[in-house]
């Protein structure tokens, strides 16, 4: 079975600019989630999306956004890009009710804004 | 809120000898706790849970210990091998988990095994 994919594996933007991130979770799974990981640090909540709503919201500003389509793959658009946005972001899914050692993460886009 | 933290941000070990890696949380209420590792390039992997009713769990050549009064947690890795090198993660939900994922992840460390 595919694992989490995410595209595309690396971008670079510059500033101001904007980026789509993608990512198609488990077959079977309907939720999926999205981290922002500086280097150095552990991931950060972005967003959480279920059945093509979202469920949960980290502390990032509105130029973050998201969705999920009917197939329960998902888009992460980030505006208005600044050089702090420079990070490796992870997409994780799982189906619903699913325990965390049914939650698989994807290995992400890594983003440099210069 | 929740935070996360690691008392050691490099540990570099023989190979064979055993590895333990700490981690401090701040909330009390914290009733469930993971441990992940991240090999370069890959996302975070599901190592080992365990939640507030144990003190330990054990699964195959890891261990995790929690000690509630003092909120810290660790991993501890028998026999390290050179595919253990990688940054280990300790997290914790936040919340419910009927829809899943949001996790409160600590800063890592990263853990080299030499030859």
């Known amino acids: 079975d595919a694992g989490v994919t995410q595209s595309p594996t690396h971008l670079i933007k510059t500033r101001g600019q904007h980026v789509t991130l993608r990512c198609s979770p488990i077959?079977?799974?309907?939720?999926v989630s999205w981290y922002q990981q500086v280097l150095g640090q552990g991931p950060q909540f972005i967003f959480q999306y279920y059945e093509k709503e979202e469920r949960g919201r980290g502390n990032f500003p509105d130029r973050f956004s998201a969705r999920q389509f009917p197939n329960y793959s998902s888009e992460l658009n980030v505006n208005a890009l600044l050089l702090g946005d420079s990070a490796l972001y992870l997409c994780?899914?799982?189906?619903?009710?699913?325990?965390?050692?049914?939650?698989?993460f994807g290995p992400g886009t890594r983003l440099t804004v210069l | 809120g929740e935070s996360v933290g690691l008392h050691l941000p490099t540990l570099s070990v023989q190979e064979g000898d055993n590895s333990i890696i700490n981690c401090a949380y701040s909330n009390s209420a914290s009733d469930y706790f993971i441990w992940y590792k991240q090999e370069s390039g890959k996302g975070p992997q599901f190592i080992i849970d365990i939640r507030s009713n144990m003190d330990k769990r054990q699964g195959q050549r890891v261990t995790v210990l929690l000690n509630k009064t003092v909120k810290h947690l660790s991993l501890q890795i028998a026999a390290t091998q050179p595919g253990d090198s990688a940054v280990y993660f300790c997290?914790?939900?936040?919340?419910?988990?009927?829809?899943?994922?949001?996790?409160?992840f600590g800063a890592g460390t990263i853990l080299r095994v030499k030859s």
């Open positions: 994780a899914s799982t189906r619903r009710g699913g325990a965390y050692n049914e939650q698989f």
């Open positions: 997290a914790v939900p936040p919340g419910t988990m009927e829809y899943g994922n949001k996790l409160v």
């Open positions: 077959s079977g799974h309907k939720s």
